[in-house]
């Protein structure tokens, strides 16, 4: 008998079965890995949620807790914001436009180099929704640089309208 063929499908087998934990266990880690990523968004998210709450409690129709964030090219940030109609239900329209942009060594954009970097595509929302009397609407707003985008601080006023026309 050939103890060399024996042997030599044998060590096959263990390399076999080592690659398969090997690999199952690759997976679960990956696995654990974007699930408690995905717990931290909840809960950053909720906590966003929280504070738009907390700021609307206090009597403010318009609350956006956080104001300012650094936004690295081909990231994204979600800004939150909170409405409160006090008066009769009303359609309400969200209208975001840029104030102007400012380079890092502190020169202001010229109006030619802002349409070229387009700064205003970087923003995702819900622009309108209705809300009736005492009733309260959160809005996330997403903001996405994109690659290559000019670094330097860019300044985004945010209008809240009652209806369409008077914004």
Not at 95 to 121: A, C, H, M, T, Y
Request: glycine share 6%; proline share 3%; aromatic share 8%.
């Amino acid at each position: 008998m050939n103890k060399k063929g024996i042997e030599l499908s044998i060590n096959f087998l263990v390399i076999i079965i080592i690659s398969l934990v090997m690999l199952s266990s690759g997976i679960l880690i990956v696995k654990k890995y974007f699930q408690t990523a995905e717990e931290i968004k909840t809960q950053l998210d909720e906590q966003t949620l929280a504070n738009i709450e907390s700021l609307l409690d206090e009597g403010k129709i318009v609350a956006i807790p956080l104001k300012r964030k650094v936004i690295e090219a081909e990231t994204s940030a979600i800004f939150g914001l909170g409405v409160l109609n006090i008066d009769a239900a009303a359609d309400f329209t969200v209208d975001i436009s840029l104030s102007k942009g400012i380079r890092k060594n502190k020169q202001v954009f010229e109006p030619d180099d802002l349409l070229k970097i387009n700064p205003e595509g970087w923003l995702l929302y819900d622009s309108s929704f209705s809300l009736a009397h005492n009733e309260r609407q959160s809005v996330s707003i997403r903001v996405a640089a994109p690659r290559g985008s000019a670094p330097g601080t860019y300044i985004y006023n945010v209008y809240i309208c009652r209806e369409a026309s008077e914004c």
